[in-house]
């Protein structure tokens, strides 16, 4: 397994920080995260369509646009880091164990 951890302004919007996932590059890490937020999006559509029939449920949270079905995480989405060193391509291989840091493009200031 590969350990992934998300900063910034991506954490927030794919709505999640830390996961493991398997893969041989980073790549195929990134192919896994988007399989993720697509499993967790579906989730989401089922439990907010229980919310709906649901008298007594006056609120519903609106669901995060970043997780809609047809979105990917990319490489080019992030700044992307693999045990601690700068990873500028996505063919990069990685074993297990290793530790890839997934930052926000922009930040504020």
């Known amino acids: 397994m590969v350990k992934v951890k998300i900063f910034g302004v991506l954490r927030t919007t794919i709505g999640f920080g830390y996961l493991e996932v398997e893969g041989k590059t980073v ?23 229980e919310l709906k029939s649901n008298p007594e449920v006056k609120y519903i949270k609106p669901r995060n646009q970043a997780l809609e079905p047809h979105m990917q995480l990319n490489f080019g989405d992030a700044i992307v880091y693999v045990n601690g060193e700068r990873c500028l391509r996505k063919g990069k291989k990685v074993a297990q164990g290793d530790e890839i840091w997934l930052l926000s493009p922009a930040a504020g200031g």
Not at 34 to 48: N, V
Request: glycine content about 0%; aromatic content about 8%.
């Open 27 to 49: 790549k195929d890490v990134f192919e896994e995260i988007s399989k993720i937020m697509h499993q967790r999006y579906l989730e989401d559509k089922k439990k907010t369509e």
